[in-house]
């Protein structure tokens, strides 16, 4: 991880990757030692979607937000 010239940020590479087996994104970032979160679209649906679509960029298809897993959570 390095820190911006001024200071105020912090710049490292990060992993995302979607679990079909689940329906979540999961976001690592190999520089900082057990970070490792997940984001589905019942509780985080922005996120979600802004992941997504950085996934589908690169080649991968993840459902949006809208129609995303068909579990029991609760939607906000």
Known sequence: M???????????HIAVWYDRDDGSIHVSMPD????HTTVDS???????EKLS????QV???PPHAAGASND?????
């Not at 001024?6 to 490292?12: D, V």
């Not at 900082?32 to 970070?35: H, I």
């Not at 679509?53 to 589908?56: E, F, N, Y």
Request: glycine share 12%.
């Open 32 to 35: 900082v030692e057990g970070f």
């Open 72 to 76: 029991n959570r609760q939607r906000v």
């Open 53 to 56: 679509d950085c996934l589908q």
């Open 42 to 48: 019942g509780q985080h649906p922005e996120l979600f």
């Open 2 to 12: 390095s820190i911006s010239k001024l200071g105020k940020s912090a710049y490292s």
């Open 59 to 61: 080649g991968e298809q």
